[in-house]
């Protein structure tokens, strides 16, 4: 376990660096688990517990002859005595008024910002306050969490941020039917005088039964929703079932802060995710992703030396400032995961660069799911509005219009014609005589099978014939006789 002190980082150099690689070890894993005990909340004025100035010392203080110890009144074995009922449910009550005045710190908002750029595997926390809920994140005891499906799980286990190991102060739940409800001012104000409120749904069946003559049944007392020690957990079964699907995602690093790591189940938990974190990492140090499976504890005190060896860096400090260091380093370290891309609108119609803008977009690149802003259903599919447009070139409809010359198409693109032997698709293939009526005169069929006459109908047929695309026949050379040699 290497130990940094991170008061003295200014005198000492090798700190400076170890806390730097802790910071891009932050800013480059994808799958970081936080667990965190009351001591992220004292920045807030949230007293934790086993400080000099805790809640176990200021208990004894308040109440020096009711418990024997601080921790006795945060044992399930306080309700059988009604003298520490009364001084649990008025110490509760004046602990609710005080969380209720205060807001979340540092380091809340920096488990939301994990979360927010996609790097928070899940968060578990010790506290009751319910703070990260405030900050952003759904925690397992909220209203919100609870499952309404027909299944076992009674919250919705792929959507809670942060599991609430030890419940949460504002629900108050039934010690009989175990219903639960929201902490109300008449609650708080019960507690305050040490009185539990009666739980309203086992006094409504008490007067039904009343009302058809039935047996009657016990009404049972409302408490604060928190999980003391040894009590089981009503939520057990699910958080199991978080606990391992986080497991099998194989988380590449743990952060602990504020806690001193004393009870048993949570010890149990961080051992388990801190080997699976180291089973992420590199084999060697000469490998690659140098900055993965680091468990890193931020606490003002010390772990115990049963840590020795699970617990990889040991920051002594106070949470808040060590968050703060983080985001710093990674600002520098990474701008890009600190990109914001705007999406700008032009004002009052005007288009051109001198024109006012307006951002009506502002999304992460990095951190959002989609950097693109959907239109609204009743804008979908409608053209803009138009708008007056700017030019430096002249109208082009108001200059005139000039007939275009059209070149003629190749001989290739020519429309061709349905049949490929007609008239006029070569000279050769035209037709030399006209086509002949359908039904022939006497006097014209005489023309084709009498003996030939000198007749009007026969030079008529002659110039058809010299209108044909025949040439003229040759003029033969008349006969002479015997051809006489020259120079016999």
């Known amino acids: 376990m290497i130990t940094l002190d991170f008061a003295g980082q200014k005198a000492d150099a090798s700190t400076r660096r170890a806390l730097s690689d802790l910071s891009l070890s932050v800013a480059k894993c994808k799958k970081i688990v936080v667990v965190t005990g009351a001591g992220i909340s004292c920045s807030s004025g949230i007293p934790d517990f086993r400080s000099s100035d805790g809640l176990y010392a200021l208990v004894k203080e308040k109440y020096p002859d009711v418990v024997l110890k601080g921790r006795d009144l945060f044992d399930a074995s306080l309700f059988r005595d009604p003298t520490s009922t009364a001084v649990f449910y008025t110490f509760i009550a004046q602990l609710k008024q005080s969380i ?227 985001t710093e380093d990674w600002k520098k370290m990474r701008p890009s995961d600190w990109e914001i891309q705007q999406t700008l609108v032009a004002t009052d119609g005007d288009v051109s660069m001198n024109g006012n803008f307006k951002v009506v977009a502002s999304t992460k690149t990095k951190a959002g799911k989609d950097t693109k802003k959907k239109p609204r259903k009743d804008e979908e599919n409608v053209p803009p509005p138009p708008t007056a447009m700017v030019l430096s070139t002249p109208d082009i409809t108001s200059l005139p219009v000039r007939d275009v010359f059209t070149p003629p198409l190749s001989p290739s693109k020519r429309r061709q014609a349905t049949s490929h032997y007609s008239v006029e698709s070569s000279p050769s293939k035209r037709r030399t005589m006209p086509p002949l009526k359908k039904g022939l005169e006497d006097g014209a069929r005489g023309l084709l099978f009498a003996a030939k006459k000198p007749d009007v109908s026969m030079d008529l047929y002659d110039d058809m014939n010299d209108l044909s695309m025949q040439s003229p026949p040759k003029a033969k050379p008349p006969k002479t006789g015997r051809a006489i040699r020259v120079g016999a």
């Open 100 to 326: 209720d005045a205060a807001t979340p710190g540092p380091t809340h908002h920096f488990l939301q910002l994990l979360d927010s750029k996609k790097k928070l595997l899940r968060s578990y926390t010790q506290n009751i306050d319910g703070f990260e809920a405030k900050a952003g994140l759904l925690g397992s005891a909220s209203q919100e969490a609870k499952s309404n499906g027909k299944g076992k799980s009674k919250i919705r286990t792929k959507e809670v941020r942060n599991v609430q190991l030890h419940g949460d102060i504002h629900r108050v739940r039934c010690r009989s039917c175990s219903a639960e409800y929201a902490c109300t001012d008449e609650h708080l104000r019960m507690f305050n005088e040490g009185i539990a409120p009666d739980c309203p749904e086992c006094l409504e069946r008490a007067e039904a039964r009343v009302a058809r003559s039935a047996r009657s049944i016990k009404v049972g007392s409302l408490r604060p929703a928190i999980v003391l020690y040894d009590e089981p957990h009503p939520l057990g079964d699910d958080i199991g079932t978080i606990q391992c699907a986080d497991v099998s995602r194989k988380p590449d690093m743990l952060i602990i802060m504020g806690t001193s790591l004393k009870v048993h189940g949570l010890k149990k938990l961080v051992k388990e995710f801190a080997k699976t974190v180291h089973s992420a990492g590199p084999s060697s140090p000469s490998k690659a992703k140098k900055w993965s499976g680091k468990v890193v504890f931020v606490n003002r005190t010390p772990p115990a030396a049963e840590w020795a060896g699970i617990i990889d860096y040991h920051v002594v400090g106070e949470t808040d400032e060590w968050v703060g260091k983080v």
